[in-house]
Structures are given as C-alpha cells and as structure tokens.
Nanobody
Framework: QVDLVESGGGSVQSGGSLKLSCAFSGDLFSVHSMGWYRQAPGKEREFLAGISGSGELTTYADSVKDRSTISRDNVRFTVFLQMESLKPEDSAVYYC??????????????WGQGTQVTVSS
C-alpha cells in the first residue's frame, strides 16, 4: 500500500515562495509518476504539475507553469513542488499523488492527506 505524506505548507505573504515535499513509501518509487494537485474551498481539485518516474518528463498546468518547478529525488523517495510569486488565489490544500501512468487528468492513483497553503495579500 502506497503511503504519501505532504509537508511544507503554511502561511506566506503574496509574492513569497514555498517548497512542498511529499514522502513516498510502500512500493517502488521510481515506477510511479508523481503529481501535485490543489483544492480551494468550494472548488474542484485541480492538477498543477506532474513528473515521470525517471524525472525526465514534467508537465504543468497553465496557471502555475511559469512559477513552479516539480522535481523528485529517487534516492530519498520524495517529490517536491517549488512555487514562486505566490498569490492569494494560490491558497488551497495541496495534495500529492502517485500513479503508474504519466497521465494526470483524472483522480486515479494514491493520494496524500494534503497540506494547507495560505497566501495573504
């Protein structure tokens, strides 16, 4: 059973940055593509960024692609999301996802419990 634990969320002022981490356990990390999603109150969960098992491929949503970097450490079984120039509309619960396929436009795979990010103006 895959287990995902996010960390690194918190409160930050507009224009600031955060680096989220997600620790993976329970299976072979390098065969899983990893994704970051977020869900704001009253909104559906949305995809932000994804990375292939090897780390060679990455993909981003238009809303964050110029401000975010996804990366992974296949030795420490961790995936990261670095976000810059944060805006109040980035406030949400951020979730980590693990899946076998490099397709992120669905709710498949394993999910962490999320970490709250709050951006104040």
């Amino acid at each position: 059973q895959v287990d995902l634990v996010e960390s690194g969320g918190g409160s930050v002022q507009s224009g600031g940055s955060l680096k989220l981490s997600c620790a993976f356990s329970g299976d072979l990390f390098s065969v899983h593509s990893m994704g970051w999603y977020r869900q704001a109150p009253g909104k559906e969960r949305e995809f932000l960024a994804g990375i292939s098992g090897s780390g060679e491929l990455t993909t981003y949503a238009d809303s964050v692609k110029d401000r975010s970097t996804i990366s992974r450490d296949n030795v420490r079984f961790t995936v990261f999301l670095q976000m810059e120039s944060l805006k109040p509309e980035d406030s949400a619960v951020y979730y980590c996802n693990a899946r076998r396929s490099y397709r992120f436009a669905n709710e498949f795979g394993y999910w962490g419990q999320g970490t709250q990010v709050t951006v104040s103006s």
